[in-house]
């Protein structure tokens, strides 16, 4: 079983910034992309960010240079570093990681995050 366990979450102002951590634990052969992805009250959740093993990015455009996507393999975890957050911001953010387990390493899973509250507001 594998787990993925969110924190950094909370309220801050417009202009403000907060950093997003997701670990994984569990029966973990390895990792290949981890992500975040958000979804606001009414609307579809949105990919926010991507980083493969090897460190390739792919970032949203409605966030693309006020956030940075990061991540310590040797810990599996991945990192959201969101700076000057606007209100629309305002979202769950999800951690995603594609597992492969130790017990079947050559099938690759998908797992998700509980999801973690960040609320921009004034």
């Known amino acids: 079983q594998v787990q993925l366990v969110e924190s950094g979450g909370g309220s801050v102002q417009p202009g403000g910034s907060l950093r997003l951590s997701c670990a994984a634990s569990g029966s973990i052969f390895s990792i290949n992309a981890m992500g975040w992805y958000r979804q606001a009250p009414g609307k579809q959740r949105e990919l926010v960010a991507t980083i493969t093993s090897g460190g390739s990015t792919n970032t949203a455009d409605s966030v693309k240079g006020r956030f940075t996507i990061s991540r310590d393999n040797a810990k599996n975890t991945v990192f959201l570093q969101m700076n000057s957050l606007k209100p629309e911001d305002t979202a769950v953010y999800y951690c995603?990681?594609?597992?492969?387990?130790?017990?079947?390493?050559?099938?690759?899973?998908?797992?998700w995050g509980q999801g973690t509250q960040v609320t921009v507001s004034s």
């Open positions: 995603n990681a594609e597992v492969v387990t130790a017990m079947m390493p050559d099938v690759e899973y998908d797992y």
